[in-house]
């Protein structure tokens, strides 16, 4: 979680000063030689990107599912 307020503008303006390609909002990513390719969310469905490397990417929270602790665990 960045320190923006989840405004999206760190990874944006961070892939602006080097240069970089960015993907923002990532829900899949795969890495390929030179390359990763990126799916998205938008409001029409789901965008594919590929960008070259190195690349600036923000995740989306579909993008891993999160580990909940057990109550055992808890304790």
Not at 7 to 15: D, I, K
Not at 29 to 34: A, L, M, P
Not at 49 to 58: E, F, G, H, I
């Amino acid at each position: 979680q960045a320190i923006d307020d989840d405004c999206n503008q760190t990874g944006q303006l961070l892939a602006a000063m080097l240069d970089w390609p960015q993907g923002t909002f990532a829900s899949r990513v795969e890495v390929s030689e030179g390359s990763v390719r990126v799916e998205r969310e938008v409001d029409g469905g789901l965008e594919t990107l590929k960008l070259k490397l190195p690349a600036v990417l923000t995740a989306d929270l579909r993008l891993n599912e999160p580990r909940y602790a057990t109550l055992p665990n808890i304790m």
